[in-house]
């Protein structure tokens, strides 16, 4: 059974950082390119960014310079180091892992992030 669980989110101040972190399990999670979207209320899902398995990454304009991903494969984690926080970044964040070759595509249940004062 596959799973991605996702950690970390939260209430955070303007201007302030968050990690989040996503775990796989029932994957061989080396081989799938791992990716953080979010959405926030009245929105559709939206990319924010992506980490192939080779570790190349790529990140929507808006957050790009602030966001960083990551992976452990030794962990089967990846992760989300956001800074400079905006209201604008709530949403509820999601994992996502896909590996195309055999059409596999799993979302973890996803984590609030809350950008309040």
């Known amino acids: 059974q596959v799973q991605l669980v996702e950690s970390g989110g939260g209430l955070v101040q303007p201007g302030g950082s968050l990690r989040l972190s996503c775990v796989a399990s029932?994957?061989?999670?080396?081989?799938?390119?791992m990716g953080w979207y979010r959405q926030a209320p009245g929105k559709q899902r939206e990319l924010v960014g992506g980490?192939?398995?080779?570790?190349?990454?790529n990140y929507a304009e808006s957050v790009k310079g602030r966001f960083t991903i990551s992976r452990d494969n030794a962990k089967d984690t990846v992760y989300l180091q956001m800074s400079s926080l905006k209201p604008e970044d709530t949403a509820v964040y999601y994992c996502?892992?896909?590996?195309?070759?055999?059409?596999?595509?799993?979302w973890g249940q996803g984590t609030q992030v809350t950008v309040s004062s």
């Open positions: 980490i192939t398995n080779a570790g190349t990454t």
């Open positions: 996502n892992a896909v590996r195309i070759v055999i059409s596999h595509n799993f």
């Open positions: 029932g994957i061989n999670f080396k081989l799938y390119v």
